[in-house]
Nanobody, 121 residues
Framework: QVQLVESGGGLVQAGGSLRLSCAAS????????MGWYRQGPGNKRNLVAE???????DYADSVKGRFTISRDNAKNTVYLQMNSLKPADTAVYYC???????????????WGQGTQVTVSS
């Protein structure tokens, strides 16, 4: 059973910072890529940032230089440090984790429950 627990969302003024966390319980299964997506009102869910098992990162252009993704493999936890927040960053943020089962089965992606981030102007 894979469970993801997100925390750290909230209300912040423009220019402020928030840190999101997502802890994964995997029953010993291996985690590959971990990432964060967001979905604003009326929009589709889009990638914000992702990080590979060895620490390679990728960011959406809109957050480069402001957001930093990191992970603690010992704790199966991924973080998203968000600085210089803008009202356009307002969305529900979802954690996504790719769990590796086997060479035959491959990997499956799991989603967190989502956490609301609201940035006021």
């Amino acid at each position: 059973q894979v469970q993801l627990v997100e925390s750290g969302g909230g209300l912040v003024q423009a220019g402020g910072s928030l840190r999101l966390s997502c802890a994964a319980s995997t029953s010993g299964l291996s985690i590959n890529t971990m990432g964060w997506y967001r979905q604003g009102p009326g929009n589709k869910r889009n990638l914000v940032a992702e990080i590979s098992k060895i620490g390679s990162t990728d960011y959406a252009d809109s957050v480069k230089g402001r957001f930093t993704i990191s992970r603690d493999n010992a704790k199966n936890t991924v973080y998203l440090q968000m600085n210089s927040l803008k009202p356009a960053d307002t969305a529900v943020y979802y954690c996504n984790v790719a769990i590796y089962y086997s060479d035959y089965v491959g990997e499956y992606n799991y989603w967190g429950q989502g956490t609301q981030v609201t940035v006021s102007s």
